[in-house]
């Protein structure tokens, strides 16, 4: 971490995970005097300077000084704040959370290569996200680990090999948290059809997913093995187990994501030509 403790960041966009990033940057000692945040939203303004941060409305203003300058707005509003921007960013760290923004598509409205394109996910806002990275030749090792160091601050940070793999990270860990929230619904909905207390359902399922990720993250096992061996032969995981196979459940599973990530594509697309 002590190379970005030395460095300006600046974020464009003051929004949910913007401030999870500012929130784990400062429990891992950047100063805030290194934040600046810009934001249109007099009231995100105010939260933020509360925290000792630079605040402003002046995005031109609030990169000027930045070393590392990350972009967390809405894809719908993108062209409309990096056109302003546009050859004020040679020689700093692009990073760019924003859902479906290709490099190619930043690097036009900006005029800069030196750019790292980051699909994060919600968990971040509890310091256990899940992050993948990609970043042309432009940028930089050192500035690649510079961006490592931004995003390791609420979790997980992982490259990918291809900006065409983001697609894939968005359908598993971009929207996958959404999954396992489906899937807790489904099992407090069952303990309670089966006569347990709203609570103690509730209770139940959350620290059973919580203990079967710990298990899975720990473990030398992979979660397939460690699903065998919960599931005694004539148990009752596998009478619940074969339920799920003839349902064919991994099977959707499976195609679910991958209309995800062909979603992705799409979104990707239409922001491209809506920059156009």
């Given at each position: 971490m002590?190379?970005i403790?030395?460095?300006?960041i ?13 929130g784990g940057?400062i429990a891992?000692?950047?100063?805030t005097?290194?934040?600046?945040v810009?934001d249109p939203v007099e009231?995100?303004r105010e939260l933020l ?6 605040v402003?409305d002046d995005?031109?203003?609030a990169i000027?000084d930045?070393?590392?300058?990350l972009f967390?707005?809405?894809?719908q509003?993108l062209?409309n ?5 546009k050859g004020?960013l040679a020689?700093?760290?692009v990073?760019s959370?924003?859902?479906g923004?290709?490099i190619?598509?930043?690097?036009k409205?900006?005029e800069t290569n030196?750019i790292v394109?980051?699909m994060p996910n919600?968990?971040a806002?509890?310091?256990?996200g899940?992050h ?5 030749e432009?940028?930089s ?12 601050s ?6 990918v ?6 697609d894939?990270?968005t359908?598993?860990s971009?929207?996958g948290?959404a999954?396992f929230f489906?899937?807790m619904?489904s099992?407090?909905r ?8 709203e609570?103690?359902a509730t ?11 710990q298990?899975?993250i720990?473990s030398a096992?992979?979660?397939?093995e ?6 005694s032969p004539?148990?009752?995981t596998q ?7 003839h349902a ?5 599973i ?7 990530q062909?979603?992705s594509q799409?979104?990707a697309?239409?922001?491209?030509e809506?920059?156009?």
């Open positions: 002590s190379a403790l030395n460095c300006n600046s974020f464009i966009g003051g929004g949910n995970m913007a401030q999870a990033l500012i940057l891992r000692g950047v100063p005097t290194r934040i600046t810009s009231k995100v300077a509360e925290k000792d941060l630079h402003t995005n031109v203003a000027r930045a070393d590392i300058v967390a707005v809405k894809p509003v062209a704040v990096l056109s302003p921007l004020l020689g700093k760290l990073i959370i924003v859902a923004a290709e190619a598509t930043i690097a409205l900006l030196c394109r980051v919600t968990p806002l509890v310091q256990t899940a993948g990275l990609y970043a042309g432009a940028v090792a050192e500035d690649r680990d510079l961006a490592s160091q931004v995003l390791a609420t979790g997980l940070t992982l490259w090999n291809s900006e065409a793999q983001i894939a990270v359908a598993v971009g929207s948290p999954y489906y899937m619904e099992m407090i069952a303990g309670k059809n089966m006569g347990l207390d609570k103690v209770a139940l399922t959350l620290q059973t997913a919580l203990g079967a990720a298990m899975a720990t096992n992979s979660p397939a460690l699903r065998k061996n919960v599931t004539n148990g009752t009478a619940a187990i074969e339920v799920f196979d064919k459940i991994s099977q959707n499976q195609t679910a994501l991958a209309a995800a062909k979603r799409e979104l697309q239409e922001l491209s809506s920059t156009k």
